[in-house]
């Protein structure tokens, strides 16, 4: 059975500083996916990495897939207010298995 | 373009009723899934159809019944509703379709709808 970890699970960070949220999962995955979900909303598509070594940068965010480590990354770079959501890595192929999600909190 | 459409976007119903959650697409995906979401759980499969005329249970399938009833639409329903499906019901679809080689680069990405708050009583 895959299982999917997200750490840490609350992280609040001073605008301006960056940090690293991890996702590491059990079993063999070509694919991983980042997604952002907004109080109230549904969740946004923000990554798609379908190789290891896949690195993917939008913004402030670089999301990074180890295949062989099980690791995938998401790296915040000089974090500001808008930022703020909870963070939920994916992993799968016919069916997505979900991490319990990160909620990120910028502090001014 | 509207993507994944779910209806109702909330819905209160008391112990024992029965209800259906409807969704469409229209992405021409031939994947389709039901999660639910619940606090500090992420979220987690219920049933998913891989093609128009398929349904395969995911992690919490008890309680819930699926149809697909083509390729754009795809229902959840409860029959006897209970305070434990309480939760938020998000439906997706993707591109996905088997079989997908081992070193395929086809993005399976899921898109996602608004979601339908439920509460049961």
């Known amino acids: 059975e895959l299982k999917v970890e997200q750490n840490p699970l609350f992280l609040s960070m001073q605008e301006g500083k960056n940090y690293t949220i991890y996702c590491n999962y059990s079993?063999?995955?070509?694919?991983l996916y980042w997604y952002r979900q907004d109080p109230g909303k549904s969740l946004e598509s923000l990554f798609v990495?379908?190789?290891?070594?896949a690195v993917k940068q939008e913004g402030r965010l670089m999301a990074s897939l180890d295949t062989k480590a099980r690791l995938s990354t998401l790296h915040i770079t000089a974090a500001v207010h808008d930022l703020s959501a909870t963070y939920f890595c994916?992993?799968?192929?016919?069916?997505?298995?979900f991490g319990s999600g990160t909620q990120l909190t910028v502090l001014p | 373009n509207a993507g994944v459409t779910q209806t109702p976007k909330f819905q209160v119903l008391k112990t024992g009723q029965s209800m259906t959650l409807q969704c469409a697409q229209d992405?021409?995906?031939?994947?389709m899934y039901w999660y639910r979401q619940d606090p500090g759980m992420g979220l987690r499969l219920i049933y998913y159809?891989?093609?128009?005329?398929?349904?395969d249970k995911g992690e919490v399938p008890n309680g819930y019944n699926v149809s697909r009833l083509n390729k754009r639409e795809f229902s959840l329903r409860l029959e006897s509703a209970a305070p434990s499906q309480t939760s938020v019901y998000f439906c997706?679809?993707?591109?996905?379709?088997?079989?997908?080689?081992?070193?395929?680069?086809?993005?399976?990405?899921?898109?996602f709808g608004q979601g339908t708050r439920l509460t049961v009583v």
């Open positions: 992405m021409n995906h031939n994947s």
């Open positions: 994916a992993v799968g192929r016919r069916q997505l298995t």
């Open positions: 079993t063999t995955s070509d694919r």
């Open positions: 159809s891989a093609s128009e005329g398929t349904t």
């Open positions: 990495l379908l190789s290891n070594g």
């Open positions: 997706a679809s993707s591109d996905y379709r088997p079989p997908l080689p081992v070193a395929s680069r086809m993005n399976t990405e899921a898109f």
